[in-house]
């Protein structure tokens, strides 16, 4: 089991910047992947970012490819999402999520069995 704890969402003007924090606690030496995931209201939940165990691969979707950043630090358990350029339309609660099998990366949240409680970000114009 593992357990994941978002930190780090707000509210900022457009063009600005957040980082998110994503800490993992339980079963944390196992090889897991992980990933970011968001969801606007009255939208479907949608991919953001994803990263290998190692750290050596990672995922975006196009829509924050050049303005998002994930990485990870294992020695913390803990996952980042630097995201730079903020516009009105990245506003949603954000989820971390994570799931064995750390050597790829996947888009699909079908495949992340654990799960974060969220946090939000705002975005304002």
């Known amino acids: 089991q593992v357990q994941l704890v978002e930190s780090g969402g707000g509210l900022v003007q457009a063009g600005g910047s957040l980082r998110l924090s994503c800490a993992a606690s339980?079963?944390?030496?196992?090889?897991?992947?992980m990933a970011w995931f968001r969801q606007a209201p009255g939208k479907e939940r949608e991919f953001v970012a994803a990263?290998?165990?190692?750290?050596?691969?990672?995922t975006y979707a196009d829509s924050v490819k050049g303005r998002f950043t994930i990485w990870r630090d294992n020695a913390k358990t803990t996952v980042y999402l630097q995201m730079n350029s903020l516009k009105p339309e990245d506003t949603a609660v954000y989820y971390c999520?994570?799931?064995?099998?750390?050597?790829?990366?996947?888009?699909?949240?079908?495949?992340?069995?654990?799960w974060g409680q969220g946090t939000q970000v705002t975005i304002s114009s």
């Open positions: 990263i290998t165990w190692s750290g050596s691969s990672s």
């Open positions: 339980g079963r944390t030496s196992s090889n897991y992947r």
């Open positions: 999520a994570a799931d064995r099998g750390g050597w790829y990366v996947s888009r699909r949240p079908d495949e992340y069995g654990y």
